[in-house]
C-alpha cells in the first residue's frame, strides 16, 4: 500500500524552530512536496524535494532522505501566521500525488 | 490570488443528484489537477489532465469524470451525489506536464455539500 505517516499535530512557541516530520511508503519515489494550507484557504507550495539532502528557502527548509522514506520540514524564527497546516506529499512511479493527512501547527505567543 | 478560478465557490445538492465544478488555469498552465478534501480523509488526489489529455489517475470514484477543453479549461463532473462526497475540492494548475517538478498553484475551491 502507500503510506504517508505525520503527526497530527504540533505546537511551538513565537520565534522558536519546529520540525514537522513526514515518513512515506509508496510505489516508486518522483520527488516530494510541502503545501502549507490555512483554515478554509487552499494549499500553497512551500518546497519540492527530489534528491537527498536540506534545501533552504528563507525561514523554511525542507530535507530528503530517500533511502529511510524520510522527509522533515524546518521552520525557524517562528510568527503567529505561520500557525496552519503542513502538508507532505509524494509523487510515486505513476505520477499520482498521494498527501498525508497534514500535521496542525500551533504557535504560542 | 493563484491566478486559478474555480466556479462555484459554494454549492448544495441533493442525494442522487449530478453537478459540475469548473476549473480556469492560470494563463499559460497546461496541468490541472483535481483534489478532494474532507475532514476524515485529507487531501486526495482525483485525475491530472495535460494539454487536454489525461495524464495521471488517483482515487477518482467511476460515478466522478472531468474533462480538459481545448481552452484549458477543465470540468469535474460528480454524479449519483451520496453524503459522502460532501468536501472541498481543489483545482490546482502547472505549467509543466510532470506532477512536481515545479509549483502548482490551488484554485480557492468549491465547497460541496450533498443533503
Known amino acids: 500500500g502507500q503510506n504517508i505517516d505525520q503527526p497530527t499535530e504540533m505546537t511551538a512557541t513565537e520565534g522558536a524552530i519546529v520540525q514537522i516530520n513526514c515518513t512515506y511508503q509508496?510505489?516508486?519515489?518522483?520527488?516530494l512536496f510541502w503545501y502549507q494550507q490555512h483554515a478554509g484557504e487552499a494549499p500553497t507550495f512551500l518546497s519540492y524535494?527530489?534528491?537527498?539532502g536540506l534545501e533552504e528557502k528563507g525561514r523554511f527548509s525542507s530535507f530528503l532522505s530517500r533511502s529511510k522514506g524520510y522527509s522533515y520540514l524546518l521552520l525557524k524564527e517562528l510568527q503567529m501566521k505561520d500557525s496552519a497546516s503542513y502538508l507532505c506529499?509524494?509523487?510515486?512511479?505513476?505520477?499520482?500525488?498521494?498527501f498525508g493527512k497534514g500535521t496542525r501547527l500551533h504557535i504560542l505567543p | 490570488d493563484s491566478g486559478v478560478t474555480q466556479t462555484p465557490k459554494h454549492l448544495i445538492t441533493a442525494t442522487g443528484q449530478r453537478v459540475t465544478l469548473r476549473c480556469s488555469p492560470r494563463s499559460g498552465d497546461l496541468s490541472v489537477y483535481w483534489y478532494q478534501q474532507s475532514l476524515d480523509q485529507g487531501l486526495q488526489f482525483l485525475i491530472q489532465y495535460y494539454n487536454g489529455e489525461e495524464r495521471a489517475k488517483g482515487n477518482i470514484l467511476e460515478r466522478f469524470s472531468a474533462q480538459q477543453f481545448p481552452d484549458l479549461h477543465s470540468e469535474l463532473n460528480l454524479s449519483s451525489l451520496e453524503l459522502g462526497d460532501s468536501a472541498l475540492y481543489f483545482c490546482?494548475?502547472?505549467?509543466?506536464?510532470?506532477?512536481?517538478?515545479?509549483?502548482?498553484?490551488f484554485g480557492q475551491g468549491t465547497r460541496l455539500t450533498v443533503v
Open positions: 490546482a494548475s502547472s505549467v509543466v506536464e510532470r506532477g512536481g517538478s515545479t509549483e502548482a498553484f
Open positions: 524535494n527530489v534528491l537527498d
Open positions: 506529499a509524494v509523487e510515486n512511479r505513476d505520477d499520482k500525488i498521494i
Open positions: 509508496t510505489s516508486g519515489f518522483n520527488g
